[in-house]
């Protein structure tokens, strides 16, 4: 995942913590990062505060960035003053969906101790939100040849073994692995393999 996205950005912008969710399909995200306080983090997951979280049902419903204090309104089982236990005295919340049938959502929770985001803070999580959520995208043009070669390199076969296994000669395997390259932007055929994992691919 960190080559997908750069978690020092947010954690410049929200220095108590932050959480992504990135391409969310059925049910889960195909990339997840977690910086929360594990305090918090716990305390959350034991009490199933995630149906009571006036920020989850905003991130599901709308695309953009609000403050947390924007949504105490709504936050009836007080979530959001128990995150402050936390030093989670202030926050937003950022959502993103693509467009068209198969459409994705990501979204991400940023935090702060000492004074409200401004808004070119929130302008900037946005932003980073959405170069995350394309980042994260599968590419459409993957061969079945090169996710087959990936596969191979993900079972830590070497080329000499992919080409034999395949039937095909080694510059055909280097071939396939610098095309998928290239597709997931990998520096080499194992990142890439390690990217494609990531992303569901294989």
């Not at 990135?22 to 049910?27: D, P, S, Y």
């Not at 693509?98 to 929130?122: I, K, N, T, V, W």
């Not at 040849?145 to 000669?169: D, Q, R, Y």
Request: hydrophobic share 45%.
């Amino acid at each position: 995942m960190r080559g997908l996205i750069d978690p020092h950005a947010f954690e410049a912008l929200a220095p108590e913590g932050f959480y992504l969710a990135l391409r969310v399909g059925f049910a889960f995200p195909i990339v997840e990062h977690n910086n929360l306080p594990a305090a918090w983090v716990r305390e959350y997951t034991v009490s199933g505060l995630i149906v009571h979280d006036p920020t989850v049902a905003w991130a599901y419903k709308n695309c953009g960035v609000a403050r947390w204090s924007e949504l105490a309104p709504n936050d009836t089982q007080g979530v959001l003053e128990l995150a402050k236990n936390h030093e989670l005295n202030f926050g937003a919340v950022a959502s993103w969906i693509d467009e068209g049938e198969a459409s994705q959502r990501s979204f991400g929770f940023f935090c702060r101790a000492d004074r409200e985001f401004h808004s070119s803070e929130l302008a900037s999580l946005e932003d980073l939100l959405v170069s995350a959520h394309r980042a994260c995208a599968r590419p459409p043009n993957l061969t079945v040849a090169e996710l087959e070669t990936l596969n191979l390199v993900k079972n830590g076969l070497l080329m000499k073994e992919m080409a034999c296994l395949i039937g095909i000669s080694e510059s055909a395997i280097k071939q396939r692995l610098k095309s998928a390259r290239i597709k997931l932007n990998a520096k080499t055929g194992s990142q890439a393999a390690a990217t494609a994992v990531m992303l569901g691919m294989i």
